[in-house]
């Protein structure tokens, strides 16, 4: 028994009013079509799938493979006709003979999952046909033909989606009679109702979340709230070069004539890696949670600085992502130094030592560092928000 999905994205989105059609406009970062097909892809319930394109959009199809597929299970393309029906109607002529079971999926509803599309296949394997749906929230009126309105009974309503699967042989059947008959449809249940009785009404987790996207506002405000959570951040900081002072850099003490001054350890790598955190965090900056004025931070170890950051980090649900630090000095030479203060920096951020870049540079005798006044650096981190 073969299995098959026909995807239909052959309609014009004239509602969305996005000027094109609105299965190939971007949502949150992945085309809606390309979201459609890697979910029946990886559904895994398929032999292969027929997706239905207007002409016209072949080339924005090819596109989305390109960049989103590849999409193995799309097996062949067939065109889209002037109304949905007709689109249908030319995807089922193209399925292989031997296909038995079709689902019919609108390719604008992207977020269908994997246990709805099944609980159609079971329904349909067992009774012929599966729509999945999904109670009424909204209390439906029904105008009449005298102007009268009536109140359907909203227990007993159910609204239809996508997929809508059957017996192959019939809805082939059903959608060639409708097209002698010209019997026009907004679904494809409403022609096997009118032809063979009642379909079957599935529903299954997931079918609240498998909406339609229809308008232009269904793009707009899911993109927004649909964006990944990464959060970049920044720090620069400064110290003076002076007498009698240790030299400490991302954790690591290194042999100098001189050492930075400071109020704590003037880990000046550290304080720009926590300042970067605390941007990425929007926590404004390292003096306003340590401040210079408090005597407890006098001669602190900025690592240990760095370990009440990071539980701020935790506690916002983040994790670094990746962190590079910039060291800025004209002396003394960094470069033995670098392994050991990337481990350092990598055990102060809980994470693997790929994940950390330290790096140095001189500004050939120019500026502050330059005359070996102070020595400055700077970091980007990105943080990650866990799912
Ligand atoms: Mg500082």
Redesign the pocket.
């Known amino acids: 028994m073969s299995t098959w999905a026909v995807i239909v994205a052959a309609g014009r989105g004239e509602r969305a009013g996005m000027g094109r059609n609105k299965v190939f406009c971007d949502f949150g970062g992945r085309s809606v079509l390309g979201r459609c097909l890697s979910a029946f892809q990886s559904a895994n319930l398929f032999d292969g799938a027929a997706i239905v394109l207007s002409p016209q959009d072949e080339p924005l199809y090819r596109e989305i493979c390109e960049k989103e597929g590849p999409f193995p299970l799309v097996r062949c393309i067939a065109r889209g006709g002037e109304t949905r029906r007709d689109s249908v109607f030319n995807g089922l002529q193209a399925l292989p003979e031997d296909v038995e079971i079709v689902a019919i999926h609108d390719a604008a509803r992207p977020f269908v999952s994997r246990e709805v599309i099944e609980a159609t296949l079971i329904s349909a394997r067992e009774y012929g046909s599966g729509v999945i749906c999904t109670p009424v929230v909204d209390t439906i009126k029904q105008l009449l033909p005298d102007g009268s309105v009536a109140t359907p009974d909203r227990a007993a309503l159910r609204a239809v989606q996508t997929p809508q699967t059957f017996d192959r042989a019939k809805i082939a059947a059903a959608h060639r009679r409708a097209r002698e008959e010209n019997l026009a449809a907004t679904d494809d249940a409403m022609l096997f109702e009118h032809y063979y009785g009642a379909v079957r009404l599935v529903t299954a987790p997931g079918a609240e979340e498998n909406r339609k996207l229809t308008n232009r506002s269904d793009f707009e405000s899911d993109a927004a709230a649909s964006i990944p959570d990464f959060r970049v951040g920044q720090g620069y ?1 400064a ?1 003076r070069l002076a007498e009698g002072r240790r030299l400490v850099l991302c954790g690591v003490e290194i042999p100098h004539d001189r050492g930075l001054d ?1 109020h704590s350890d ?1 880990d ?1 790598a550290v ?1 720009a890696l926590m300042d970067a955190l605390l941007g990425a965090l929007g926590e404004g900056d390292i003096g306003r949670l340590f401040p210079d004025s408090d005597p407890q931070y006098k001669g602190a170890d900025s690592m240990k600085l760095l370990q009440i950051v990071m539980e701020r980090v935790r506690a916002r649900g983040c994790r670094v992502g990746n962190a590079d630090i910039t060291i800025v000095a004209q002396r003394p030479k960094l470069a033995g130094f670098m392994p050991r203060m990337r481990e350092r920096i990598a055990e102060g951020l809980g994470v693997d030592e790929t994940r950390v870049n330290v790096k140095a540079t001189t500004t050939e005798r120019m500026g502050f560092e330059g005359e070996e006044t102070g020595i400055s650096a700077q970091a980007v981190v990105l943080l990650v928000k866990n799912a």
């Open positions: 900081d110290h400071g003037a000046v304080h």
